[in-house]
Each structure stands twice: as structure tokens, then as C-alpha cells.
T-cell receptor, first 114, second 115 residues
Framework: NAGVTQTPKFQVLKTGQSMTLQCAQDMNHNSMYWYRQDPGMGLRLIYY???????DKGEVPNGYNVSRLNKREFSLRLESAAPSQTSVYFC?????????????FGPGTRLTVL | AQSVAQPEDQVNVAEGNPLTVKCTYSVSGNPYLFWYVQYPNRGLQFLLKYITGDNLVKGSYGFEAEFNKSQTSFHLKKPSALVSDSALYFC?????????????FGRGTSLIVHP
């Protein structure tokens, strides 16, 4: 049981390049989330997916797109990276229907945009 | 609307002493409250939660938290701190009475335990 996995762990991009961050969970959770973490800012929600086939914007969605490929996988795409997107990105999942409520987080992707 | 405040950016405590990391919240309905810990270069790990029931909640690694409805607080505590407890701690809240199931996180408190 791997929990939540993320790839890659580290990435350096040049301004204007694109990339996709991958996330997968093996806990059969319905809901998945993408956050970014910046010093002094805590966690900010980028996008979330309540269930397979649905996605919604969070607090800071500009410059990002997401795909809920199936129940297990939720990817985050940067179409044209900007230095302001330098951050640590975390994927998380949770099961809202079973009374567990807490989120399970992946190890993070450290992204630098030059 | 829901919000959470962690009033201290950093808490320093000597090993063996009790520790408290503060959290206050605001939510329209019943609060569901959570504490998470983040060790350097790692993702967040769930520590404990309050959903309903006993106001004193026990969690992982000897941590506990006390839900205080009148003070809208959910402070994290441990009777005897360890150097290995040094990490970043996040409080989170969501409205358990309808509304969004998405939690709101505090900005985090850095706990430093000195040998």
C-alpha cells in the first residue's frame, strides 16, 4: 500500500516550458487535491476533484489545468511555466463518504522555474 | 466561510518540557478540526482530528489536542517534547454541517525542540 505517490520529485523548467505533475493514490479515495506550498503562505488549494470525472477550481487556479484520469490518478499541468510558479506541489486524497475525513498527502514535487 | 489562525510562526521548547501549539478557528456550522505534521522535505502527515465526542483527542506520537468550543480553539499539546518533534505543524478546519468538505489550513507553526 503506497498511499499517495507523486512524480517527479524535482523539476527545473525554463519560463514558458510546460510540464505535467502526476499523482496517484491506491486507497480507493473519491476526492483528490492539488496544493502548492510557499514559505509563510501555508498550503493553498489549486484544484480539487470530488469524484472521478469532476474537477473544480480552488484558491489559486490561474496558470494550471488538471485532469482526473480515473479514480486513482489526478494530474496537474502547467501550460506555460512562470517564475511565480516556483513552489512545492502536494497532491492529496481523502474519502469524504466513509467518515474518515482526513487527507493523505504525497511526498511533494519541488519545482523551480527559471 | 471558514478560517483558521495559528498565531505563532515559531514555538521553541526544551526537550522534556511540555509543548503547546495554538490554533483558533472560525466556521459556520460544526467544526471538524485536524492537526498535521510536516517533517523537512516531506509531505504532511495526519496527527489527529476532532469530529465529535470527547473534547480531548489523542493522536499519533503522544500528541493530543483539546477542543474548546467557547474559545473556538484546538490547541495541540504534548506532555514531554522530544528533539524529533521538531517540525512544521498545520491546523485545519472544515465545516461539518453542510457546506464545502474542503478544509482550510493555517499557515503553519514551526516547532523547535532544543536538546
Amino acid at each position: 500500500n503506497a498511499g499517495v505517490t507523486q512524480t517527479p520529485k524535482f523539476q527545473v523548467l525554463k519560463t514558458g516550458q510546460s510540464m505535467t505533475l502526476q499523482c496517484a493514490q491506491d486507497m480507493n479515495h473519491n476526492s483528490m487535491y492539488w496544493y502548492r506550498q510557499d514559505p509563510g503562505m501555508g498550503l493553498r488549494l489549486i484544484y480539487y476533484s470530488a469524484s472521478e470525472g469532476t474537477t473544480d477550481k480552488g484558491e489559486v487556479p490561474n496558470g494550471y489545468n488538471v485532469s482526473r484520469l480515473n479514480k486513482r490518478e489526478f494530474s496537474l499541468r502547467l501550460e506555460s511555466a512562470a517564475p511565480s510558479q516556483t513552489s512545492v506541489y502536494f497532491c492529496a486524497s481523502s474519502e469524504t463518504a466513509s467518515g474518515i475525513y482526513e487527507q493523505f498527502f504525497g511526498p511533494g514535487t519541488r519545482l523551480t522555474v527559471l | 466561510a471558514q478560517s483558521v489562525a495559528q498565531p505563532e510562526d515559531q514555538v521553541n521548547v526544551a526537550e522534556g518540557n511540555p509543548l503547546t501549539v495554538k490554533c483558533t478557528y472560525s466556521v459556520s456550522g460544526n467544526p471538524y478540526l485536524f492537526w498535521y505534521v510536516q517533517y523537512p522535505n516531506r509531505g504532511l502527515q495526519f496527527l489527529l482530528k476532532y469530529i465529535t465526542g470527547d473534547n480531548l483527542v489523542k493522536g499519533s506520537y503522544g500528541f493530543e489536542a483539546e477542543f474548546n468550543k467557547s474559545q473556538t480553539s484546538f490547541h495541540l499539546k504534548k506532555p514531554s517534547a522530544l528533539v524529533s518533534d521538531s517540525a512544521l505543524y498545520f491546523c485545519a478546519v472544515r465545516d461539518g454541517q453542510g457546506g464545502s468538505y474542503i478544509p482550510t489550513f493555517g499557515r503553519g507553526t514551526s516547532l523547535i525542540v532544543h536538546p
